[in-house]
């Protein structure tokens, strides 16, 4: 960082000496409080260099950062947290996308949550059989910064099937009526600040009010090395909530903490699902290559592999039944 300027290097609470470091500093918006050292990964920091500071802002929300990085591309932070990288973002998005999509036979109706970056409706908008792509994002300057900085993931706002609604998810689903889904997605940041509510209680049982019966729920649900009690809790609420099954899977990130994000799949009572085995292969998708990028890291392989845990997650997360 020796190009940065000491007043630039200083800019964000999160960037010091010229690195972004995760564990730097978090702040409480709702208690007004910064606290040092991250209560979702104590006692560690994954750092990456900064290049250049694209854009600093602060939105009702959050601290929003972009960053060119030495060598991850682009980087969006925030509240100092890495939400995604140029390089490995495609890990993330492909497969909080295709993993619900692909187990069940044609889907049509499809919310995201959160997910203002886009990168996400990039993906689902690979499924021909979708007709209508629902998103509720709370942070319109997300929309806003992304649209500028990572044209690569708000290209999956042009899709003319994707309905933007800016508000609160909560709000959103309470009012959505009963059965519209086939899935939703929730591509949530951490459940500290804005996003609290999105691993609680009623927040589950509003989705599986709005999807249809064998309809399917994909949740960002943290890392198997990191957050196993609240990945307890979740898989928890999921089972007591959706009557048909209820899932973990993961994948590798490499600028997330631990390096691994996982995803509860669950689905209604109805048509039985499989999440295992995909029945709606990508390899089948008539929209999955023509025109756009090629799918860069999901398919059916590697679907199938991310519902296998290791022993000590197997103990730990079947062992959560109620
Ligand atoms: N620890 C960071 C988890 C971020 C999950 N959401 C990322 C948003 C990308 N669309």
Known sequence: MASMPESEAKCHATVVSGWLSESNSYSDKVNKVLYYNNPMWPGEAHSLKVEKILYQGKSDYQEILVFESSTYGKVLALDGIVQLTEKDECAYQEMIAHLPLCSIPSPKTVLVVGGGDGGVLREISRHSSVEIIDICEIDDLVIDVCKKFFPDLSVGFDDPRVRLHVGDAVEFLRNTPEGTYDAVIVDSSDP???????????????????????????????????HTHL????????????????????????????????????????????????????????????????????????????????????????????
Not at 200 to 211: C, N, R, S, W, Y
Request: proline residues 9%; glycine residues 8%.
């Open 192 to 226: 500290i600040g804005p996003a609290q509510e999105l691993v609680e209680k009623p927040f589950f049982e509003t989705i599986a009010k709005a999807l249809k019966p064998g309809g399917v729920l994909c949740n960002q649900a943290e890392s198997l090395w990191l």
């Open 231 to 322: 990945i307890q809790d979740m898989l928890s609420i999921c089972r007591q909530t959706f009557k048909g099954s209820v899932h973990y899977a993961w994948t590798s990130v490499p600028t997330y903490p631990s390096g691994v994000i996982g995803f509860i799949l669950c689905s209604t009572d109805g048509p039985p699902v499989n999440f295992l085995s995909p029945i709606n292969p990508i390899e089948k998708q008539k929209g999955a290559h023509g025109g756009r990028r090629e799918v860069r890291f999901y398919n059916s392989e590697i679907h199938r592999a991310a519902f296998a845990l290791p022993s000590f997650a197997k103990r730990e997360l079947t062992s959560s039944v109620p």
